[in-house]
């Protein structure tokens, strides 16, 4: 038996690394899972790579930042799965959008990539879901937020306000549930794999290395165990907190 048996999980941006990891985790703890990704191909890669272990996986291609394709796909999702009892809001780095350089020189245009997903997106996915979850009496809202949202990391201003701002959020959300039977809580991730992948740059990746107290970068799957037991039983007092998943890396450092 599954810790997370008869559930139903909404993992977004679960296309591919961390979300995957997540989703992958989520499902062989026993759960049903909709994969969420921008692009239909990559949900569906994804869902045939998943193994289940008690639930369904199905793919849900839709966009996170659009409050009416929101509200669509969860539909789609309810209707093939059941009511949403856990949601992953994972999806957080826009299409074609890096690291946005100084602050300073920064385009106000191009300010809103970020916010509209980081932010208003996991908003839209928290406002949809929330009501159904505090009539059932039980719901796990898991944000996967960044280091950057609580420690000054230069290039990704904008980035690092979106995910302050949506901590913030859950911190307050979280205490107007307090008594429903819904928990929301966020992980804050360190550098993860996908970075040697965005880099490339391997004398950049040792000094980033040299960074980190464990002298490793972080792996989807640790931190789809730690959504699992966020996601259980078992973290049902726990609420409005952010969980660092880092390497040791000091906060505020």
């Keep these: 038996m599954g810790q997370l048996d008869g559930k139903i999980a909404l993992v977004t941006g679960a296309g591919r690394s961390v979300g995957l990891g997540i989703a992958q985790e989520l499902a062989e703890a026993g759960a049903s899972v909709a994969v ?26 839709f966009d996170v930042a659009s409050l009416a394709a929101v509200r669509a796909g969860v539909a789609r999702v309810e209707s093939q799965l059941g009511p949403i009892d856990i949601l992953v809001n994972n999806a957080g780095i826009p299409e074609g959008i890096g690291a946005t350089g100084p602050f300073v020189d920064s385009d106000p245009a191009q300010w809103h990539h970020n ?10 996915c928290i406002r949809t879901v929330l009501p159904g ?6 719901g796990r809202v898991i944000q996967i937020s960044s280091g950057a949202g609580s420690r000054g990391v230069p290039q990704v201003s904008i980035y690092s306000a979106a995910k302050a701002g949506i901590e913030g959020l859950l911190r307050s959300v979280a205490i107007e ?7 929301l809580n966020a992980i804050a991730l360190g550098l993860m794999a996908n970075t040697a ?25 640790e931190i789809g165990a730690c959504v699992v037991w966020l996601a259980s039983e078992k973290a049902g007092y726990v609420t409005g907190q952010t969980i660092h998943i880092n390497g ?3 906060h505020g450092r």
């Design 248 to 250: 040791g890396t000091v």
């Design 36 to 61: 969420n990704d921008l692009h239909p191909d990559r949900a569906e890669a994804a869902r045939n790579q998943i193994k289940p272990a008690g639930g369904r996986v199905i793919a849900a291609a």
């Design 197 to 221: 992948e965005r880099i490339g740059d391997s004398a950049y990746l040792q000094r980033i290395f040299s960074t980190i107290p464990m002298g490793r970068l972080g792996q989807p799957r």
């Design 115 to 124: 916010i509209d997903l980081n932010l208003y997106g996991s908003m839209y």
């Design 177 to 183: 549930m307090a008594q429903s039977g819904v928990t």
């Design 133 to 138: 979850m505090a009539q059932r009496k039980w």
